[in-house]
């Protein structure tokens, strides 16, 4: 069945750095990648997506990348401020519905 | 805020009963979605609704069954709860049902099963 691994599971960084979160994908069908941030007692934000006609993608200090080849695809958080703190999920879309990873908690220390 | 409205927020009940989650979606979207969150499974889509009518169903368990009206709010029936079933409740809304659209999730109901 369709299946998405993602990887930090958890990830500490300081302020400014730069944060990389990379998932993996099972369901070459799939043709669209969202990213969603959720914080805590709150239902996930989608922040960014790309669709599979697309390398790249950037806003601001977020870009995604995609590789349908190797069915990978990642999220660069660059310049990590204290309120990027919160639990990162990748996601495979296709037939309607959404395939979660497994989620990446990223720590944001000032 | 991303415009999706769960109710309620928090429900506390005992095994063997039966609850009702409500989500009014975005105005303007068609499409609601219910997903079920908890420690050992993750995020998983349950079922699907496109303007009343069931588009895709997910690992939805019998015992739960859910539906939209009219005014394109959707209600998710769980009965017989059993204990595993404590979990937190996601509704999300998009535009319409096809493939691809982004969808806006609310703040959940917390389900505690005691």
């Known amino acids: 069945g369709e299946n998405v691994e993602q990887h930090p599971s958890t990830l500490s960084v300081q302020e400014g750095d730069s944060a990389v979160i990379k998932c993996t994908y099972s369901?070459?069908?799939?043709?669209?990648f969202p990213w969603y941030k959720q914080e805590l007692g709150k239902g996930p934000q989608l922040i960014i997506d790309?669709?599979?006609?697309?390398g790249e993608k950037k806003d601001q200090r977020i870009a995604v990348t995609l590789n349908k080849t190797a069915k990978h695809f990642s999220l660069h958080i660059t310049e990590t401020q204290p309120e990027d703190s919160a639990v990162y999920f990748c996601?495979?879309?296709?037939?309607?519905?959404?395939?979660f990873g497994a989620g990446t908690r990223l720590a944001v220390h000032p | 805020d991303s415009g999706v409205t769960q109710t309620p927020k928090h429900l506390i009940t005992a095994t063997g009963q039966r609850v009702t989650l409500r989500c009014s979606p975005r105005?303007?979207?068609?499409?609601v979605y219910w997903y079920q969150q908890s420690l050992d499974q993750g995020l998983q889509f349950l079922i699907q609704?496109?303007?009343?009518?069931?588009?895709a169903k997910g690992n939805i368990l019998e015992r739960f069954s859910a539906q939209q009206f009219p005014d394109l709010h959707s209600e998710l029936n769980l009965s017989s709860l059993e204990l595993g079933d404590s979990a937190l409740y996601f509704c999300?809304?998009?535009?319409?049902?096809?493939?691809?659209?982004?969808?806006?999730f609310g703040d959940g109901t917390r389900l505690s099963i005691l």
């Open positions: 609704y496109y303007n009343g009518e069931e588009r």
């Open positions: 996601v495979c879309g296709g037939y309607n519905k959404l395939i």
């Open positions: 369901d070459s069908a799939s043709n669209y």
């Open positions: 790309i669709r599979s006609n697309v």
């Open positions: 105005s303007g979207d068609l499409s």
């Open positions: 999300a809304s998009s535009v319409d049902g096809g493939n691809n659209q982004p969808q806006h």
